[in-house]
């Protein structure tokens, strides 16, 4: 796990609310998916942020709040999110997943 610096209440609240207002412009769960704006990085599943923190987040601004947001989840704080999802209306919903199989009877 990285260490996590000492962060003032304050500039966590700040953090909280770049989180939530920042959504995924790219890939599985981006804008071509989930129009018109992508999907909230706070709302990624934790297993696609793991893939990122073992291949290396995206450069920038994005990639930083995106290793922020893993940490958070990886250590079972989620729900430090929820009053974010509640102003905006909820937990955004991800499409169901295709089943992967065929029924042709």
Do not use: H
């Amino acid at each position: 796990m990285a260490d996590i610096p000492e962060i003032d209440r304050e500039d966590f609240r700040n953090l909280l609310l770049e989180i939530g207002k920042t959504r995924i412009p790219f890939g599985k769960f981006g804008i071509k998916a989930y129009p018109p704006a992508g999907v909230p990085i706070m709302d990624l599943p934790e297993e696609y942020l793991c893939w990122f923190f073992e291949r290396g987040f995206p450069k920038g601004r994005l990639g930083e709040l995106m290793a922020q947001v893993r940490e958070i989840k990886a250590v079972g704080m989620d729900s430090v999110f929820d009053p974010i999802r509640k102003a905006n209306g909820g937990r955004f919903r991800l499409l169901p997943t295709r089943s992967k199989t065929f029924d042709f009877e």
